[in-house]
């Protein structure tokens, strides 16, 4: 066989555009021992794909697929846990809201009139904050008159 055919199918071969009746001629070739110098570095490939076709399965192996074993114990000790645990969660969302609204009942003339009181004190301070401000503003307003008329002179 030709060298410059055997580089063209083993080209074709790397590209993944071959049949499978090139393949075979590719593989002869490689395991015929008579092999060019060049191409030697891929006798390993097709001497690797020709022991990994006598594979075979043997007969002891065993396959068993995981549905096949059912365990109800397991299943019924995880929904029992499950259901716990909704349950505790339910009650203590049930407990602390309780809790909450006691503690709100006893403290809720004090906490409305601290709240007013302080609603009122932030009221009076932002009214300060802005009467400040409107004083800077016109500050503001004398220096950009003065700035015109020094650049209109």
Do not use: C
């Not at 002869?28 to 001497?47: H, K, Q, R």
């Not at 020709?50 to 697929?65: C, L, T, V, Y």
């Amino acid at each position: 066989m030709e060298l410059s055919n055997i580089k063209k199918l083993l080209d074709n071969y790397l590209e993944a555009e071959t049949s499978l009746a090139e393949e075979k001629e590719l593989e002869a070739y490689f395991l015929s021992g008579n092999v060019a110098p060049e191409l030697e570095e891929y006798i390993p490939l097709f001497s690797f794909l020709k022991s990994e076709r006598n594979i075979s399965a043997s007969d002891e192996i065993e396959f068993k697929m995981p549905f096949e074993e059912k365990k109800p114990i397991r299943f019924s000790i995880y929904k029992w846990v499950g259901i716990a645990a909704s349950i505790a969660i339910i009650a203590s969302v049930f407990l602390f809201r309780n809790h909450q609204k006691n503690t709100l009942t006893k403290a809720e003339p004090v906490a409305y009139e601290l709240a007013m009181q302080n609603t009122q004190d932030l009221l009076l301070m932002m009214t300060d904050a802005v009467v400040n401000g409107k004083k800077q503003l016109s500050y503001l307003k004398e220096i950009n008159q003065t700035k015109n008329q020094l650049i209109n002179k």
